[in-house]
């Protein structure tokens, strides 16, 4: 696997974030980092808190406390006169031009073609000309397999190729960081292969950060550094994936596991 | 009173250049009607509280009182405070307003019939928020308008002839006054209206069809 040279700091930190729905506290004072590069696999049971971190990063969810830090800079928050105070929209617009994301739903755009669904950020928030935008995405989309598809709206593909397209959607804007949100959770279990296949590919051929939250044990396995196992809002354990999958320590990591081994 | 199909020739080249002015009206209230659908049903959802309250008075003032009684404001009433429009304008605008205040809920409606998760794509490709509701949400949301747009515009076609009351001469204050000249002219002067009516009302009945066919492009038939 590739990596960047690790820097002193890291691409992302979360430090003490904790985030509430009405009374449901999902995330309970999260210390993680994610270095330059990194790639980290996020497992535990619904509820843990999983896709509530990656959605902070994303912008999607406010923390109810805590700070994020992307490469240094607080993201939800925005220095005035040496004090934090909550950040506009235009803090967040230029974060956030870092951090690119895939949905479990793949959440197309339904009126537009495969090329414009994959073209038109480019165009508008980058600001590359139209014809670049395309063969960039063409190119994106031959490597996801999807090249002859170009012209085909998104409800007329597949959910895998679906999801392959938002896949190149995101990644066609060269963040930093993706984040994967279960992306293989809505689909039909035939084609969740050619889908990991395709984040392993883009994970060898770039030097992207990723944190992905999966039940895909094997997967994980495959494309993480390292893996974070979550358990009511909490970071319970740690480590390489051989650590995680094949030496788990805390019970609650164990019997998760063998639940879910058990199941699959 | 079928018999004589030279009264009806006669009515009829009465009631065209009344026609004529009926369309006037519908186009010019049409056009306002839509620019004021659009404002107040954005107005509805923008994120600033103000905003909304605003459109939301308008929308709930002019949706909760009569178009009739508004007319008349607006053309009799408004002179006393020193606004006067003349008897056209009047009727465009009471129009306008209230069938404005109707269009505004469909386009508010619409809106926010487009799953959030479209939204959150276009935030993860750090849309800007007028991109996102450019590029992203209204191209959507225009699909589901259409048909009651297209709705609305025919009964704002209906609507015009209240402004036979304000001395407006429209299809229908030209229909009563043959009416009222002429008693035994009643059948063929009503029958005429409704099949005139009818006739404006076609080409928006076929072009909404028409739009709807073409926005729905993108919605592919698996």
Do not use: C
């Not at chain 1, 190149?168 to 039909?188: G, N, Y």
Request: proline letters at 4%.
């Amino acid at each position: 696997m590739t990596k960047n040279p690790v820097q002193n700091q890291p691409l992302v930190k979360y430090e003490k974030v904790s985030k509430k729905f009405d009374d449901l506290e999902v995330l309970k004072g999260l210390d993680l980092d994610i270095n330059q590069g990194e790639r980290v696999a996020l497992i535990g049971p619904s509820g843990s808190g999983k896709t509530t971190i990656i959605r902070m990063l994303m912008t999607l969810e406010e923390p109810t406390s805590g700070i994020i830090k992307v490469d240094g800079t607080p993201l939800w928050h925005k220095e005035v006169n040496g004090k934090l105070a909550p950040a506009d929209e235009n803090h967040l617009r230029k974060i956030r031009g870092d951090i690119g994301m895939v949905f479990q739903q793949f959440n197309l755009f339904p009126h537009m073609t495969i090329l414009r669904n994959v073209t038109e950020a480019q165009v508008h928030v980058k600001g590359i000309p139209k014809d670049e935008a395309e063969k960039r995405a063409i190119t994106m989309l031959e490597k996801v397999g999807l090249g002859e598809k170009v012209d085909a709206y998104p409800l007329q593909l597949s959910g895998g190729q679906q999801q392959r397209v938002a896949i190149a959607r995101a990644v066609v804007m060269q963040p930093k960081i993706m984040l994967f949100d279960e992306v293989t959770s809505a689909l039909d279990p035939e084609l969740v292969g050619e889908v990991l296949e395709v984040i392993k590919e883009i994970a060898k051929e770039s030097d992207m950060a990723m944190i992905l939250v999966t039940h895909e044990m094997d997967f994980a396995r495959d494309v993480a550094d390292r893996i974070v196992f979550l358990h009511g809002g909490l970071i319970e354990e740690q480590g390489s994936p051989k650590e995680i999958l094949e030496n788990p320590q805390s019970s609650r990591l164990q019997s998760f596991l063998k639940r879910f081994l058990s199941t699959t | 009173m079928w018999d004589n199909i030279n009264v009806y020739f006669d009515i009829l080249h009465k009631l065209l250049p009344a026609g004529w002015m009926t369309i006037k009206i519908l186009v010019t209230s049409a056009l306002l009607t839509y620019l004021i659908a659009f404002i107040a049903g954005l107005g509805r959802v923008s994120q600033f509280s103000i905003i909304r309250t605003l459109t939301m008075i308008y929308v709930e003032l002019f949706r909760g009182t009569s178009l009739l009684v508004q007319m008349f404001w607006i053309f009799f009433a408004l002179p006393a405070f020193g606004v006067e429009f003349s008897a056209f304008w009047a009727g465009v605008l009471a129009l306008s307003l209230n069938y404005g205040a109707y269009a505004s809920e469909v386009v508010r409606g619409s809106i926010l019939a487009i799953p959030k998760t479209q939204t959150e794509a276009s935030i993860a490709l750090n849309m800007t928020r007028w991109q996102r509701l450019k590029l992203v949400i209204l191209p959507q949301a225009f699909r589901i308008m259409l048909p009651g747009l297209g709705n609305n515009s025919i009964e704002l076609l209906k609507g015009t002839s209240l402004v036979s009351l304000i001395t407006l001469g429209d299809l229908t204050y030209r229909g009563l006054i043959i009416q009222n000249t002429n008693l035994s002219y009643t059948v063929p002067v009503f029958i005429l209206l409704l099949i005139l009516y009818f006739i404006i009302a076609l080409p928006l009945i076929i072009l909404v069809r028409r739009l709807e066919a073409s926005a729905s492009k993108g919605v592919a038939k698996v």
